[in-house]
C-alpha cells in the first residue's frame, strides 16, 4: 500500500507534492486529536463503557458524547495528548514531527540539558 502510495506520488507536480504534504499533516494532527470528527468513540475514554450516547456539540464545533454509564460527556478529544492543550492540533502535530526527526538523527535541538536526571539529584 505504502509503495504504490510512494510511486504514485513521483508522477505528481511540486504543487501537487505539497497539497498532499498539508494533507496527510492534517491527517496527523486529526489522528493526535484522536480521530476524525465523524468517528464515533467505541467506548467512554472515562470508564471505558461501550454505551455512548450523542451529546450535541462544544464550542470547538465538535461533535460531544455522553456516556451511560458514569454520565459524563466527553469528545473525540477527551484522553488524547492535546485535550487539555490550548494550542492548535496542528501545532502539535508540527512538535511531533520535530520529535521524531530529532529523535531519527541521534540530534536534539539542546535537549540533553532538558532531560530528567536520575531521582533525587
Ligand atoms: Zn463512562
Known sequence: MFDIILQE??????AEKRRLVEAIRA??????AGGGAAGEPACCPR???PGVTRKGHGADGRQR????SCGRTFSARTGSVVATSKLPVSTWAD???????????????GGATCAP???GS
Request: glycine fraction near 14%; aromatic fraction near 6%.
Open 117 to 119: 536526571g536520575p531521582p
Open 47 to 49: 470508564c471505558g463503557s
Open 65 to 68: 458524547w455522553r456516556c451511560k
Open 95 to 109: 512538535y511531533a514531527e520535530g520529535t521524531s526527526r530529532a529523535s531519527r538523527s541521534g540530534s536534539s535541538r
Open 9 to 14: 506520488t513521483r508522477a505528481l507536480t511540486v
Open 27 to 32: 491527517l496527523i494532527a486529526d489522528g493526535l
